[in-house]
């Protein structure tokens, strides 16, 4: 098979394409619905999600008069394409290794922005001055969290590069691999601090509370979103949940990976359990817990306490 044929397989099937993003609308879904429960709420149904998307499919797409047609109608599809390729570069650990295996970590920090930046491209050429609004929020909190989000994976790199007798590693490959040897890196000393400004990141980067405050609804009324809705609108939910799943599925690589089976689907089972593991403890109960912050509290929470965080692990694998 060809590397060209075996990439497109594993970006439209496994574990891109239709798994990702079958897992994620069920993330999505059983968020929503474990969440009811703890407000004392019954919820939406399993299936909402998909319903969502069916029932979007067969609206009719409006484009606001003065509009950038061109860019509002890209936005959505560079964002769920570019998702769709990221998913593609997790490894599931015992199933499958990963697209390629050189840089894979330099690789996703680049492509999960992708999301965010399509939310600001399409938010501003809706000529809405709720979609303005919403841009500047979204941009200001992308640049707050990405700050930890590097600093975390770097550290991950150098212990691994450091520990092998290499310099920094960023393949997610053989970073699973040391861990498998040596243990997860989720129970290592100097990297429960950066677990914990991961486990900040994630509702950040998911835009959920309390960092919604992009699209806060009794604010600015969905802001970069209130002129989408038919298909692309679609576009968009899914490739917010398949970065549900690549953020999730990023965070058992780094911390988690360890395998209880020789059997390909016992272990695929035990990755999809620890990502609801990660979902339920980092988005769950904090979006039940908490109330929206303001952009300026947001900004100062990720520049401060999980940048320390970061910063405090990237100290001690220096150190080590």
């Given at each position: 098979?060809?590397?060209?044929?075996?990439?497109?397989?594993?970006?439209?099937?496994?574990?891109?394409?239709?798994?990702?993003?079958?897992?994620?609308?069920?993330?999505?879904?059983?968020d929503?619905?474990?969440?009811?429960?703890?407000?004392?709420?019954?919820?939406?149904?399993?299936?909402?999600?998909?319903?969502?998307?069916?029932?979007?499919?067969?609206?009719?797409?409006?484009?606001?008069?003065?509009?950038?047609?061109?860019v509002?109608?890209?936005?959505?599809?560079?964002?769920?394409?570019?998702?769709?390729v990221?998913?593609?570069?997790?490894?599931?650990?015992?199933?499958?290794?990963?697209?390629?295996?050189?840089?894979?970590?330099?690789?996703?920090?680049?492509?999960?922005?992708?999301?965010?930046?399509?939310?600001?491209?399409?938010?501003?050429a809706?000529?809405?001055?709720?979609?303005?609004?919403?841009?500047?929020?979204?941009?200001?909190?992308?640049?707050?969290?990405?700050?930890?989000?590097?600093?975390?994976?770097?550290?991950?790199?150098?212990?691994?590069?450091?520990?092998?007798?290499?310099?920094?590693?960023f393949?997610?490959?053989?970073?699973?691999?040391?861990?498998?040897?040596?243990?997860?890196?989720?129970?290592?000393?100097?990297?429960?601090?950066?677990?914990?400004?991961?486990?900040?990141?994630?509702?950040?980067?998911?835009?959920?509370?309390?960092?919604?405050?992009?699209?806060?609804?009794?604010?600015?009324?969905?802001?970069?979103?209130?002129?989408?809705g038919?298909?692309?609108?679609?576009?968009?939910?899914?490739?917010?949940?398949?970065?549900?799943?690549?953020?999730l599925?990023l965070?058992?690589?780094?911390?988690?990976?360890?395998?209880?089976?020789?059997?390909?689907?016992?272990?695929?089972?035990?990755f999809?359990?620890?990502?609801?593991?990660?979902?339920?403890?980092?988005?769950?109960?904090?979006?039940s817990?908490?109330?929206?912050?303001r952009?300026?509290?947001a900004?100062?929470?990720?520049?401060?306490?999980?940048?320390?965080?970061?910063l405090?692990?990237?100290v001690?694998?220096?150190?080590?």
């Amino acid at each position: 098979m060809s590397e060209t044929l075996y990439a497109i397989l594993h970006m439209t099937l496994f574990p891109g394409g239709l798994f990702a993003l079958t897992l994620g609308l069920f993330f999505k879904a059983l968020d929503r619905r474990v969440e009811a429960r703890l407000q004392r709420r019954v919820g939406p149904p399993l299936t909402q999600p998909w319903l969502d998307i069916a029932k979007l499919c067969t609206k009719e797409t409006l484009i606001p008069r003065t509009a950038c047609k061109s860019v509002f109608l890209a936005a959505p599809v560079v964002g769920f394409a570019g998702m769709a390729v990221c998913a593609a570069f997790i490894p599931v650990p015992g199933v499958f290794g990963g697209l390629y295996n050189m840089g894979d970590l330099l690789v996703l920090f680049y492509l999960l922005p992708i999301p965010a930046i399509a939310i600001m491209l399409g938010g501003s050429a809706s000529s809405s001055p709720f979609g303005a609004v919403g841009f500047s929020r979204e941009m200001l909190l992308m640049l707050a969290y990405e700050v930890p989000l590097l600093m975390i994976l770097l550290a991950v790199a150098m212990l691994v590069g450091s520990q092998s007798g290499g310099t920094a590693e960023f393949s997610l490959l053989k970073i699973i691999d040391w861990q498998l040897k040596e243990g997860s890196l989720g129970f290592h000393p100097a990297m429960i601090p950066a677990l914990a400004a991961y486990l900040m990141f994630l509702p950040g980067t998911m835009g959920v509370v309390p960092f919604d405050i992009p699209e806060a609804e009794t604010e600015i009324i969905e802001g970069p979103l209130l002129e989408y809705g038919g298909p692309l609108l679609a576009l968009y939910q899914m490739g917010g949940a398949l970065k549900t799943f690549v953020v999730l599925g990023l965070g058992v690589t780094l911390f988690f990976p360890g395998l209880i089976s020789d059997h390909w689907a016992i272990n695929l089972l035990w990755f999809i359990a620890k990502c609801l593991g990660l979902m339920l403890v980092s988005l769950t109960l904090v979006k039940s817990a908490t109330g929206r912050f303001r952009i300026d509290q947001a900004f100062r929470f990720y520049v401060t306490v999980p940048t320390a965080l970061a910063l405090c692990s990237l100290v001690l694998v220096w150190a080590l």
